[in-house]
C-alpha cells in the first residue's frame, strides 16, 4: 500500500538527532521494510539526510505570502510567542493541503499516517477530501505540555482543536496507557485506539551487544532536562564514590545535550567526581550503538511526576544492545523492564536506591549479564519497529465501517 507520512512540527526535523526525529525515520522504514511505499512530507528536514535513509522526504515550506506574515508576527510585541506559533501551525495545516492535495490525488496513498502536532488540521482535511483512513500516532498531551512548559496564546482554540483533530482520526495510535486514558478524556471513542509502545531497530544495536566495557562503567542516553533525573544519578554515582572510594567506583558516561548540562557539570564538581563522569554533548544517532556498547549499566532514572506517559526509546536502545537496565518505577515503564529478569527498577528520585541498585550488579557480574541477555532476547522477540509497521497495516486493512463500529482492535 502507499502510505503518506506526515509530521507537521517545526520542532521535528526528519534528518535530526531528537527522539522523535529518530521515531519518524524508524517508523518510516519499518513499514517500507514489510513492503509498502511510503513518502514523508515535513516542514523541516534539519540537515544532511542520515546514511542508510533512504525514504522519500519533501520539506513542504510556506509561500511567500504566508512566509511574510509570519515574519511580521515575530515581530510584532503584541504577539506573544506562544500565539504566534499557534497561528503560524494554523496557517502550515492549510498549505499543506493546498500544496499536498494534488500531488496526492495523482499518487493515490492507501492512507494518511501522521505523527500529531499541535494545532495541525492537514491530516483530518487530506484523509477527508481523498476520502482514505487517517491514522494519528499520539506521543504526548500536547497542548498540556505546552500550557506547562510554554504558554498558550489561545488556551480554548487550542484545546478545542486538539479534541477536534483527535476525535476525528479514523484510528489514533497511543504509545502507552496513560495516554489512552487520556485520549479517552478526550472524547476519542476507546475503539478507536490502539497502544503502541515505541520500538527498537534491532539490526542497528547489534554491534552494541557484542561490545565488552573497558572498566565498569554506568551510561546515560538522552536530552539533559529535568524530568530525565539525571541528577539524581550524578548524585548516585557521588555517593558510591563516598562509600567505595574513587578507584572502586564506576565511570559515567552521560550521552546527549541539554539545558541541564552546566547544572550537571556543577554537581558533578560538587560531588567530587568530576574525573570520572564524562558529557559527550549531543551525538548522531548513527553512533549512538557504540556509546551504549561502553556501559556495562544503563539507567534511565527520571524523577517522580504524576501522570508519566512517555514510552522512553532509550530503554528499547538499551535493551537491544544487552545492557544490564536499571530504570524508574514509573508509568510505562515496569510493563517493558521486568524486574529482576530484564532490569532492576527503583523508585524515582530516590539516590540512594539507585546507587544501591548499581552497586549490586557491580559486584555481582553473573547478574549484570543475564539481565543484558534478557532485555537483548525480550527485545528481539517484542520490541522490533516492524511490530508497529504490522499494527498500522493492519489498520489500515481493516474497513472504515468495521471502525465505526467498534470492532475489537
Keep these: 500500500m502507499r502510505i503518506a507520512y506526515l509530521t507537521a512540527d517545526y520542532g521535528i526535523p526528519v534528518f535530526g538527532n531528537k527522539g522523535a526525529s529518530i521515531h519518524v525515520r524508524e517508523m518510516s522504514t519499518a513499514l517500507q521494510s514489510i513492503g509498502h511505499e511510503v513518502h514523508i512530507f515535513t516542514p523541516r528536514l534539519g540537515g544532511e539526510r542520515p546514511a542508510g535513509f533512504d525514504l522519500p522526504v519533501t520539506e513542504v515550506r510556506f509561500g511567500k505570502v504566508q512566509k511574510g506574515l509570519v515574519d511580521t508576527m515575530k515581530a510584532d510585541p503584541a504577539i506573544s510567542d506562544p500565539a504566534m506559533k499557534e497561528i503560524r501551525s494554523m496557517l502550515y495545516g492549510v498549505t499543506l493541503v493546498q500544496e499536498l492535495l494534488p500531488a496526492l490525488e495523482g499518487w493515490q496513498p492507501d492512507a494518511i499516517y501522521e505523527r500529531y502536532s499541535l494545532m495541525s488540521t492537514a491530516g483530518v482535511d487530506l484523509a477527508k477530501r481523498l476520502g482514505i483512513p487517517h491514522i494519528i500516532e499520539v506521543n504526548a498531551p500536547l497542548a498540556d505540555e505546552a500550557e506547562a512548559h510554554r504558554g498558550l496564546g489561545f488556551s480554548r482554540t487550542v484545546r478545542e482543536t486538539e479534541r477536534m483533530i483527535l476525535q476525528s482520526a479514523d484510528y489514533v495510535l497511543a504509545v502507552s496507557e496513560e495516554l489512552r486514558e487520556w485520549l479517552i478524556g478526550t472524547g476519542v471513542a476507546p475503539e478507536r485506539i490502539t497502544v503502541t509502545p515505541n520500538r527498537v531497530n534491532i539490526d542497528r544495536f547489534a554491534r552494541a551487544a557484542a561490545m565488552k566495557p573497558e572498566r565498569p562503567t554506568v551510561g546515560f542516553v538522552g536530552t539533559l532536562k529535568a524530568w530525565h533525573g539525571t541528577a539524581t544519578l550524578v548524585e548516585a554515582i557521588g555517593e ?43 551525538v ?57 529478569r530484564t532490569g532492576l527498577l527503583v523508585e524515582p528520585g530516590d539516590t540512594s536506591a539507585l546507587a544501591a541498585a548499581i552497586t549490586s550488579l557491580l559486584d555481582d557480574r553473573a547478574q549484570l549479564n543475564a539481565l543484558g541477555a534478557k532485555a537483548l532476547r525480550e527485545a528481539v522477540d517484542e520490541y522490533s519497529w516492524e511490530k508497529n509497521a504490522r499494527v498500522v497495516e493492519a489498520l489500515v486493512a481493516t474497513p472504515l465501517e468495521a471502525a465505526v463500529a467498534g470492532g475489537d482492535r
Aim: proline share 7%; charged share 20%; glycine share 12%.
Design 240 to 282: 558510591i564514590a563516598r562509600e567505595r572510594g574513587i578507584d572502586d567506583t564506576p565511570q559515567l558516561l552521560i550521552v546527549g545535550d541539554g539545558p541541564q548540562r552546566d547544572m550537571l557539570e556543577t554537581l558533578a564538581r560538587d560531588q567530587g567526581i568530576t574525573d570520572l563522569v564524562r558529557f559527550t554533548g549531543m
Design 284 to 340: 548522531d544517532h548513527d553512533e549512538m550503538a557504540g556509546y551504549i556498547g561502553r556501559m556495562s549499566i544503563a539507567v534511565a532514572p527520571y524523577n517522580p511526576q504524576p501522570g508519566f506517559y512517555f514510552s522512553p526509546l532509550k530503554i528499547f536502545e538499551y535493551m537491544a544492545a544487552g545492557r544490564a537496565i536499571i530504570a524508574a518505577n514509573i508509568g510505562q515503564i515496569p510493563q517493558i523492564v521486568e524486574q529482576g
